[in-house]
């Protein structure tokens, strides 16, 4: 027997090991299940999260006006001073250089060079993925050309695919900013022609929306802090163990106690611009949906948010038994079928991820969340549609990326 609401009245929904919850009103959607296997200290701080990203993602989902923006001005205010760091250092290192002590202007060169700030290199960014270019895969470049030209977004440089992502991203790097974007097999096996476009939609309107130029010129206030907390994390060892005496003894500890202090305070600072930088990273993933609904319509974009919830059922599907040569294929009709067959259940999974993928430290707002807002955008006809021809194509151009993951995925289940 199952419980009801105690105010609609309606069974309530559950899922294993999950609290159930209203799937009407959402009451105790937002508990979270029992975190086990940690300390204290981390069951406190990830409630708390869990609470606050809760709301945070509901108050974005209603549309309702968060605090305008000022978290970016200010990060890229701290940027801008991080910055200035290596700038005064290669100022004052060419002026020592000139005027002497050189060996201070060549340190100063050193720390100029460790602290400068970094625009991403391609090549490391594509290290492990397949580059697909234009005349290997014909139909899928002139499809984003489509979908580039509906959404007023800039075509990407690359396109690139990394066989086992269940997902997709984009980004930009090097001095030349190059736009790069990949995509997951997966995720690709997973959804159907309109689906794709919303994808495309989405992702490009991270170019449109200049997303990545936004996120570099916070890059430095994101990332120093953090490295300064783990830079100045204290050893493990004690002063004992390493059988110190006397007062290398007492330097030592105190060393320790007081790298550990500030260890933690830079972490807390890293840790509140981190989730000042991901209010604005759920914004822009909002306005990435709106461009996915003008390239898609709406339903294909729920569509997507869908499949995308239901990920965990697919799990099984997308394996290494599959015939060589047919894995695409044959990952496209199991996923078709579980998806027909789990119909029903996609909402409480979609639902689910309003509870799981709540946090303030999360660059997303939860799935189930996103299908809410799109669900509240006016419908509106699809900007790019793919006929059965085109479709074929482009599945056929990325089948072979297919292959290498069930040589991959096959491989591992031997071991
Ligand atoms: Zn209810
Ligand atoms: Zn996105």
């Given at each position: 027997?199952?419980?009801?609401?105690?105010?609609?009245?309606?069974?309530?929904?559950?899922?294993?090991?999950?609290?159930?919850?209203?799937?009407?009103?959402?009451?105790?959607?937002?508990?979270?299940?029992?975190?086990?296997?940690?300390?204290?200290?981390?069951?406190?701080?990830?409630?708390?999260?869990?609470?606050?990203?809760?709301?945070?993602?509901?108050?974005?989902?209603?549309?309702?006006?968060?605090?305008?923006?000022?978290?970016?001005?200010?990060?890229?205010?701290?940027?801008?001073?991080?910055?200035?760091?290596?700038?005064?250092?290669?100022?004052?290192?060419?002026?020592?250089?000139?005027?002497?002590?050189?060996?201070?202007?060549?340190?100063?060169?050193?720390?100029?060079?460790?602290?400068?700030?970094?625009?991403?290199?391609?090549?490391?960014?594509?290290?492990?993925?397949?580059?697909?270019?234009?005349?290997?895969?014909?139909a899928l470049?002139?499809l984003?050309?489509?979908?580039?030209?509906?959404?007023?977004?800039?075509?990407?440089?690359?396109?690139?695919?990394?066989?086992?992502?269940?997902?997709?991203?984009?980004?930009?790097?090097?001095?030349?900013?190059?736009?790069?974007?990949?995509?997951?097999?997966?995720?690709?096996?997973?959804?159907?022609?309109?689906?794709?476009?919303?994808?495309?939609?989405?992702?490009?309107?991270?170019?449109?929306?200049?997303?990545?130029?936004?996120?570099?010129?916070?890059?430095?206030?994101?990332?120093?802090?953090?490295?300064?907390?783990?830079?100045?994390?204290?050893?493990?060892?004690?002063?004992?163990?390493?059988?110190?005496?006397?007062?290398?003894?007492?330097?030592?500890?105190?060393?320790?106690?007081?790298?550990?202090?500030?260890?933690?305070?830079?972490?807390?600072?890293?840790?509140?611009?981190?989730?000042?930088?991901?209010?604005?990273?759920?914004?822009?993933?909002?306005?990435?949906?709106?461009?996915?609904?003008?390239?898609?319509?709406?339903?294909?974009?729920?569509?997507?948010?869908?499949?995308?919830?239901?990920?965990?059922?697919?799990?099984?599907?997308?394996?290494?038994?599959?015939?060589?040569?047919?894995?695409?294929?044959?990952?496209?009709?199991?996923?078709?079928?579980?998806?027909?067959?789990?119909?029903?259940?996609?909402?409480?999974?979609?639902?689910?991820?309003?509870?799981?993928?709540?946090?303030?430290?999360?660059?997303?707002?939860?799935?189930?969340?996103?299908?809410?807002?799109?669900?509240?955008?006016?419908?509106?006809?699809?900007?790019?549609?793919?006929?059965?021809?085109e479709w074929?194509t482009v599945v056929r151009e990325l089948?072979?990326?297919?292959?290498?993951?069930?040589?991959?995925?096959?491989?591992?289940?031997?071991?």
């Amino acid at each position: 027997m199952t419980d009801t609401c105690p105010t609609c009245a309606v069974p309530l929904a559950v899922e294993e090991d999950e609290p159930p919850w209203c799937p009407r009103c959402e009451w105790n959607l937002d508990a979270l299940a029992p975190i086990e296997h940690s300390t204290w200290f981390y069951r406190q701080i990830r409630t708390r999260d869990h609470r606050a990203g809760f709301r945070a993602d509901k108050l974005l989902a209603t549309g309702t006006p968060v605090r305008p923006g000022g978290g970016h001005g200010l990060l890229v205010a701290v940027s801008a001073v991080l910055l200035a760091v290596p700038a005064a250092a290669v100022v004052a290192a060419i002026w020592l250089l000139v005027a002497g002590p050189v060996v201070i202007g060549l340190l100063l060169l050193l720390v100029a060079y460790l602290v400068r700030p970094r625009l991403g290199r391609v090549r490391t960014i594509l290290k492990g993925l397949y580059r697909l270019d234009a005349d290997r895969a014909p139909a899928l470049h002139a499809l984003i050309d489509r979908v580039a030209a509906a959404t007023g977004a800039p075509r990407p440089d690359i396109v690139a695919v990394e066989p086992g992502l269940w997902g997709a991203w984009t980004t930009v790097a090097g001095i030349r900013q190059r736009r790069i974007l990949t995509l997951g097999i997966p995720l690709v096996a997973s959804v159907e022609r309109g689906e794709l476009v919303a994808l495309l939609g989405h992702e490009l309107g991270h170019f449109a929306n200049r997303d990545s130029r936004r996120r570099m010129l916070t890059m430095p206030a994101r990332v120093t802090f953090g490295h300064i907390a783990s830079g100045l994390r204290p050893s493990r060892v004690s002063g004992m163990e390493r059988d110190l005496l006397g007062l290398y003894l007492i330097v030592y500890e105190v060393w320790r106690l007081v790298s550990g202090m500030l260890s933690w305070l830079a972490f807390a600072v890293h840790a509140t611009i981190h989730v000042s930088a991901a209010r604005d990273d759920r914004r822009a993933e909002q306005e990435a949906d709106r461009l996915a609904v003008r390239a898609a319509g709406r339903a294909a974009t729920l569509g997507l948010l869908d499949a995308t919830a239901a990920f965990p059922l697919f799990h099984g599907a997308i394996s290494g038994v599959a015939r060589k040569g047919y894995a695409m294929a044959e990952w496209r009709e199991r996923v078709a079928l579980s998806r027909a067959r789990n119909e029903s259940r996609t909402g409480t999974l979609r639902q689910l991820t309003i509870r799981t993928e709540a946090s303030l430290f999360s660059s997303h707002p939860s799935t189930g969340r996103r299908h809410q807002f799109v669900s509240a955008l006016p419908d509106t006809a699809p900007a790019v549609t793919v006929n059965d021809a085109e479709w074929a194509t482009v599945v056929r151009e990325l089948a072979p990326y297919a292959e290498t993951l069930r040589k991959e995925l096959a491989e591992q289940y031997e071991m």
